[in-house]
């Protein structure tokens, strides 16, 4: 069995709700605008889109965080919105509004045109990125590769922008919703099959970001988040390289649903800052591992604040296995890096 003190194992460990000598932190969005190197070689790089399809610089930010902090675990850098870009919607980025699709989706014969992308040929960026982070890596901490919720996928495509309310897709789902699911089983196997190819390449866990399904009502939320979700941790555990990979699902705002994301088959479910540790670990059980869930804001304020705000999340949560720290959402770009450091050094404190 892997040493309880090794650092290189923390993170995984918790994850199969084993002892650790420390809880494993890590931060999502860790490597982004709030760190000075990121920012350096995002102006480098030319554009965010030639930051994400450039495998060497997208190793250079995966690394920054994990170099600079002593978190337990890297996160390649990426967009959840690259499968969808592969399908041929043709993703871009307007500065200060964010992701745009120049082809949404829109129709039923829309989604007819789709078709799964193979990850090693569209999307070889992205695993030869996880294949070279892991070598730059060299052991220190595990490597986390991710994709978008189909539901959250489909917001995107069929919005084909960011949107408060999401009420086009959502009078989609209500109006077509035979054609919704044909959109869904699409996304959901192409997730499958782009996670599954980054385990092969060498992540050594999986994730899933379901931004948006916590806006839906909890009978939507079954039908067109949940469904899929769980037809993805299917098709990973039938997966050779998959299968042993422990797969964290987040769906932001959907604490109502707790237990019906506990019971997909997953290892670890992210939780945000709206429901304590200490709810979400009696609700779930012994079923999964959880991961959460300070409030991103916590990291504007004082030293002193971070370090009360980090001793109440660890003490709502107990004195169990299974937790990994983590933001309730993404760092947000105006955070001071030392408090970063604050954060982390005062999570593996005793």
């Known amino acids: 069995m892997a040493d309880v003190s090794d650092r290189s194992n923390r993170f995984l460990r918790a994850l199969a709700r084993q002892p650790v000598d420390a809880t494993p932190v890590w931060i999502m969005r860790q490597a982004g605008r709030y760190l000075p190197e990121y920012r350096a070689t995002r102006e480098r790089a030319g554009s965010f889109l030639a930051l994400a399809q450039t495998p060497e610089l997208a190793c250079e930010v995966t690394l920054q965080p994990v170099e600079r902090f002593e978190l337990d675990a890297a996160i390649l850098f990426s967009d959840i919105l690259t499968v969808p870009d592969a399908m041929g919607l043709g993703l871009h980025f307007v500065e200060g509004e964010g992701p745009k699709f120049q082809h949404p989706v829109r129709s039923a014969a829309d989604i007819v045109r789709l078709g799964v992308p193979d990850p090693e040929a569209s999307l070889r960026y992205v695993m030869d990125a996880v294949r070279l982070c892991r070598r730059e890596l060299r052991g220190r901490v595990p490597l986390i590769g991710f994709g978008g919720s189909p539901w959250t996928l489909a917001c995107y495509m069929i919005e084909g922008e960011g949107s408060h ?6 009078a989609f789902a209500l109006n077509e919703p035979d054609a919704m699911h044909k ?11 782009y996670l599954a190819a980054q385990a092969a390449a060498g992540a050594q866990a999986l994730m899933v970001f379901d931004s948006w399904g916590g806006m839906l009502a909890p009978a939507m939320f079954e039908e067109f988040s949940a469904r899929y979700l769980t037809r993805i941790a299917t098709l990973l555990r039938n997966d050779t390289h998959a299968r042993d990979v422990p797969l964290i699902l987040f769906s932001k705002g959907a604490n109502a649903n707790l237990e019906v994301l506990a019971d997909s088959g997953c290892a670890a479910l992210g939780v945000d800052w709206t429901i304590t540790l200490d709810a979400a670990r009696r609700r779930v059980g012994e079923r999964v591992a959880l991961q959460g869930n300070l409030d991103p804001a916590t990291l504007l304020a004082s030293p002193e604040v971070i370090r009360r705000e980090v001793r109440r999340v660890k003490r709502d949560f107990g004195p169990h296995s299974g937790h990994v720290f983590n933001l309730g959402h993404g760092i947000t770009p105006d955070v001071d890096p030392e408090h970063v450091a604050v954060l982390v050094d005062t999570v593996h404190a005793a």
């Not at 309310?165 to 959502?170: H, N």
């Open 183 to 193: 959109l869904l089983d699409i996304n959901a196997h192409a997730v499958a099959a």
């Open 165 to 170: 309310d999401f009420a086009r897709v959502k």
